[in-house]
């Protein structure tokens, strides 16, 4: 199994432009959600889904967008794309329905100037 | 959720065991403590968790106190590569996966 992958590892942006965080996972889990960690602090929920077709915002959801089709993707989407939003950016999915125990991709590293 | 307390650094020896605390006096009787890492620049890795018995993994064993208020995270045998910050939560069983870490413990082994 390759587990939780993400794409791309590192991307700079402009102040404005939309793109998508690509996360999936070989293991079929259930659960798949998106943090997002700023330097010196702990992860922050963004959104997250507990199956295809469900999805559900977390602590800080706004500025983003996201949908589940099938089980093993989640992207992430960056509407219009701002300085805030400058992070360190964590896919992680779940196969118990509890989510508690998750297993992490090795993020991707976002740049908005 | 529970809060919970941890130092905010600790050293350890290589080879030795690592012991690192939490305190949790605020956590309800359906409140598990969870034990996350997060080495430099990757992302957290579950570790174990437990309700109120001790725990015991490939990876750890944790204590937890009869009265629950505080737990211990034993890293038996610490080596370089176990050099990270350690988050200690709580969860309700269902909680729907929506971790809350805190500062967590940042800790160093050394050769």
């Known amino acids: 199994n390759a587990g939780v992958t993400q794409t791309p590892k590192f991307q700079v942006l402009k102040t404005g432009q939309s793109m998508t965080l690509q996360c999936a996972q070989d293991?079929?889990?259930?659960?798949m959600s998106w943090y997002r960690q700023d330097p010196g602090m702990g992860l922050r929920l963004i959104h997250y889904s507990v199956g295809a077709g469900i999805t559900d915002q977390g602590e800080v959801p706004n500025g983003y967008n996201v949908s589940r089709s099938t089980t093993e993707d989640f992207p992430l989407r960056l509407l219009s794309a701002a300085p805030s939003q400058t992070s360190v950016y964590f896919c992680?999915?779940?196969?118990?329905?509890?989510?508690?125990?998750?297993?992490f991709g090795p993020g991707t590293r976002l740049t908005v100037t | 959720d529970a809060k919970t307390t941890q130092p905010p650094s600790m050293d350890c020896a290589e080879g030795r065991a690592a012991n690192l605390p939490c305190n949790h006096s605020t956590i309800s009787g359906n409140e598990y403590v969870y034990w996350y890492r997060q080495i430099h620049s990757q992302g957290p890795q579950y570790i174990i968790h437990?309700?109120?018995n001790n725990e015991t993994n490939e990876m750890a064993s944790l204590i937890i106190t009869e009265d629950r208020k505080s737990s211990t995270l034993i890293l038996p045998h610490a080596t370089l590569r176990d050099t990270a910050v350690y988050y200690c939560i709580g969860l309700i069983y269902n909680q729907g996966g929506k971790l809350i870490f805190g500062q967590g413990t940042e800790l160093s082994v050394k050769p």
């Open positions: 293991m079929n889990h259930e659960y």
């Open positions: 992680a999915s779940s196969l118990t329905t509890g989510g508690n125990e998750q297993y």
């Open positions: 437990g309700l109120k």
